[in-house]
């Protein structure tokens, strides 16, 4: 046995214990030094790509798109028309409801596809923009038109994000969270749709005698569901986008403010009230919306993809009803925020002129009312009139309706959204707020604890 | 025939050099870029990455959810052992010294939960501890016990305790089989002699059965440990996700919530670091505190 391990065997151990290493090292180095050569490269070419704009569209194009409540048929039509109309592109679809997770290993291997759709988990706007994963959009943008020559620039119904000024993404699906209630059911029992906060707490008082059931539930799995769907709405009501803005950034002071603890006060106000589905804090994205499908529940705070998403459960009779999610006190307007999904342009796109073409061909009205009709959302273009067609849902034409009367309904804009650094120990403090774990006080101090660490 | 020297080296390099090189592939290069990258602020989903040196173990030091996620982890472990090893235990001595007819019936049956997925097992159990429709709450307001019915997982105080209960029900199988291979091979004349000696079931499983089979129960205790350390992320995951309020994270959920949620791929290889040291520590602990002779009679 001794003999095993003296000379050559030993050698030749050690020779493949290096070489393994040597191995490992190198393809880092390898790398990390195709990276920086492909920066300069790449920066180089986008900024030719600008200057000749009007070249043959051709070569191969990658489009990642996320798949969730929207489905994907919208996609399926946009990409047929937009190789109909550039028989010389190669299109390749990256596209389902994991695809951000698949694609990850592309992106931080800077081989990223060249058209991406941010939206869904394991996405973030903010993170790819701070990681210079997007194409500067910003004087790109004023060259594009609709087909009836209004300039896009122009026509979204909510703007561009903004970082530094700068425009990384264009605004594609404006989905709006709001609160979804069974309009059949409310009719039935003549129970009274909620105009503003008192008037959501009797009438959950009323759900809560009628129907024996917790009226209020959203997804404890995910918190911050009831973050984006009950509180900013609450936020900009009381404090405007300034206010709105303040929290998202996490700016010093704005969670411990007045206002901030005023809305919380709330929130604690539906947790003693007993109005949270006691069982909300394990419950998942589907599990929620199915209990509220069940009537289990009777207040959802989602966004426009439910519909659309739990198509195949709906049962008999149920009809959507959408209001803005009526956080806000008596006498004042409801309040939304919108929630963009935007599509953009990879800084490292291998074929920038095809990826513009597409965009440009993606934006349109026409577009705009079938991505209605196909999703049951509203694609960020103003100037489209849902109920000229009969194909969309009436909940849209409705909710559409309602937002675009000002009496009703103000609007209020994030600057973009909660990075996952801060909304993740708030979504949790929030939790426990709900939970009825902890109080409006407690709840802002922990907030403000995790703004000063998001800042630092 | 006798071999000569060469042959011998060139048949063990046939048999070593392969393995070793996946070995080193896929184990000690993951090993070593962890380490690595928990020196540098990156996140995860691009190339840019900035080295910041210690940044990331200052940051895991002050974190105050990482003392919590130690806590559950240890929580989980210290209950798993002691679950799983009664629970199997004493299945393996009742199908092996009883002559039980069934025998064979109840050992598929304890295997069963062994070869269906942790994953499966976590979406079964979500649906027994659901707070509406779920077997757990309809079977306490069955017997009358209303009161005692809550919303198991969606509980800050009774989600983790509720994890216990799959953890050790899907582990039970495989250990039973260890200790019952070992039980087996025990020389009935023992067990004669012992009842000559007039020792009853009790002493005979104490003085006999207990130290005889003491290197299973010894690699299985090890074995549920570096398990449940590594792995009781799955369940967590599918079960919980962490909540509510980080009130059953342990420290695998943290460190893939941070990687892979927050972006914070650099600091969750820190946490990974974390998790292999606290696992090496807690192993070497082990195999001081469980050592002892090997019995021989």
Known sequence: MKKLFNGKVMLLFIAMFMLAFVVACSSDDGESDGGTETDSGDSG??????????????????????????????????????????PDVTITEHAGPNINEEMRSRWVSNDPPDVVYIDGAGSSETQMVEDGQLMNLTEWLQDIELESGDKLADSFIVEPATYDGEIYSLPLVFDTWGTWYDKALFEEKGYEVPTDFDSFMSSMEEIKDGEGIEPLVTSGQHPYYFLRGMLYPAFGAAGGDELLADVIQGKEGAWTSDVVLETMKKVETLAAEGMFDSGLGALNHTQSQMNFLLHDNAFIPVGFWLPNEMANDIPEGFEFGFIPSPMQDAGEPYAIVPDLRPLAIAENAENPEAAKAFVEFAFTRDYAMSFSEHTGAIMNLTGVDLSQSDEVPAYLTEANAMINDPEQVQIYHKPHPMSADLETPIGNALMSLMLGNMTAEEFVEEAEKAAAEYRN | ????????????????????????????????????????????????????????????????????????????????????????????????????????????????????????????????????????????????????????????????????????????GLFMLMLMGGIANVSKSYYEAAEIDGANEWQQFWKVTLPLIWPQIKISILYIVITTLNGSFIIVQVMTGGGPNNSTHVMGSYLYQQAFVQFNFGYGATIGVMILVLSLITVLILQFLMRRDKVEY
């Open chain 1, 45 to 86: 070419s986008s900024d030719s790509a600008e200057g000749s704009g009007d070249g043959e569209i051709s070569g191969e194009l990658e489009i990642q798109y996320f798949v969730g409540g929207y489905g994907d048929s919208w996609w399926k039509e946009v990409i047929a028309d937009f190789q109909e109309e550039y």
């Open chain 2, 1 to 172: 025939m006798v071999q000569s020297k060469k042959q011998k080296y060139m048949f063990l390099a046939f048999c070593l050099v392969p393995t070793f090189i996946m070995f080193a592939i896929f184990t000690l290069y993951p090993l070593f870029s962890g380490l690595y990258y928990s020196f540098f602020d990156w996140s995860g989903s691009a190339q840019n990455k900035e080295f910041i040196g210690l940044d990331n173990y200052i940051k895991l030091i002050n974190d105050a959810i990482i003392p919590d996620t130690i806590i559950h982890d240890y929580f989980l472990v210290a209950t798993k052992v002691i679950g799983i090893m009664i629970m199997a235990l004493f299945i393996a001595v009742a199908l092996t010294q009883l002559k039980i007819k069934e025998a064979p019936f109840y050992r598929i049956v304890f295997f069963f939960p062994n070869i269906m997925s942790v994953v499966v097992i976590g979406i079964l159990w979500t649906f027994i501890y659901n707070p509406s429709m779920g077997l757990v709450n309809s079977g306490l307001e069955f017997l009358g016990l209303e009161s005692l019915a809550r919303p198991w997982l969606g509980s800050e105080t009774w989600a983790l305790p509720s994890l216990v209960l799959p953890s050790i029900w899907a582990g039970i």
